[in-house]
């Protein structure tokens, strides 16, 4: 390795994993999930980073980044993170081409821990040592028995003393049906772990505030994206008019957006996704933009792409647990973290980087392309 390591090799590959059962929220129905993987070489050193993304992300990295951070000094990520951004300029930023700079973003600065010998966590700086987490699932396709299993897995079995179901079934048509699984969900946890509904923008403006207000006798406290997070105006007006804290932002694919939420007083927390956001480079700076607000800011889904940055955040409320990726990541690598007491404790075991090893045995029977 020459004394200044730049990027020698950039691969992908695509993996999809079918769901362990039918899944559904209020506005969505899938039976698979899709995750691309980005690698970045260094000598004998590969660093890994992924997204979860349509196949033609992959093509992106290909066809659009791996040209633009090969030969680049490995340390220098937000130089690449940068340079990723200018050469997407006329693809379009928002959605696929974000989530390709994020994956390569994750994968470069994983790339740099490991050629440092460090965990990322401690090359980031902690901010805690334990991440919170919550579990999320809850899917409006599941009936009243896989609802209280998997609820109670989390918290008897887990110990996560948070949980979150999806709501709003069939964009907000079935409300009486939301209303009643919110209640079997409190019945199942009891009273002493926290109950958080997501709704994914499948209500209407007044539908969300009479949602949000019999939410108050449940006592759920998260109310995510009870409206799309594209009517920021909206959001800010039930935010006023429910006491659940209000979330959204897992669809920011850029810095701007995040700014302009957190402007409207959309949110009581903001969320963001570090497989879309633009990858740890933006995370970090999303989180700035919300401490400075008075805001926490909560990882949405990927949780062990999420882990070690999550740790460096000191406004961090928690990580989502989500269900499909937690059963995923388990799938495809070694290294893997588990809920202790409700939080994970990222670089503890001193593995270097993300501490994740793509299992190539257990992960080949779901390469796709």
Known sequence: MTDTPVVERVDTAVFTIPTDAPEADG??????????LAAVRCGDTTGTGYTYAPAATARVIDDLLAGVVKGSAVLDVPRMNEAMHRAVRNAGLPGVAAQAVSAVDIAL???????????????????????????SGGFTTYDDAQQERQLRGWVEEEGIPRVKIKIA????????????????ARATIGDTAELYVDANGGYDAKQAVRVGRALTDEGVTWFEEPVSSDHLTTLAMIRGQVTSDVAAGEYGYTLPYFAHMLAAGAVDCLQADVTRCGGIT??????????????GISGHCA???????????????????????????????????????????????????????????????YRVG
């Open 27 to 36: 506005t969505l129905s899938w039976d698979s999930t899709t995750l691309v």
């Open 109 to 135: 600065w994983d790339l740099k821990a490991r050629l440092l010998g460090l965990p990322l966590v401690r090359l980031l700086g902690a901010a805690c040592d334990t991440v919170p987490v919550y579990g």
């Open 169 to 184: 079934e069939s964009w907000g048509r079935q409300e009486s049906r939301d209303r009643r699984r919110v209640g079997k």
């Open 282 to 295: 933006v995370w970090l700076r999303a989180a700035a933009l919300a401490q400075a607000h008075g805001i």
């Open 303 to 365: 949780p062990h792409a999420h882990a070690h940055v999550a740790a460096a955040a000191p406004n961090l409320r928690h990580l989502e647990w989500f269900h499909d990726h937690v059963r995923i990541e388990r799938i495809l690598f070694d290294g893997v973290l588990a809920p202790d007491g409700g939080g994970i404790t990222p670089g503890t075991d001193g593995a270097p980087g993300l501490g994740l090893t793509l299992n190539t045995g257990r992960a080949g029977p």
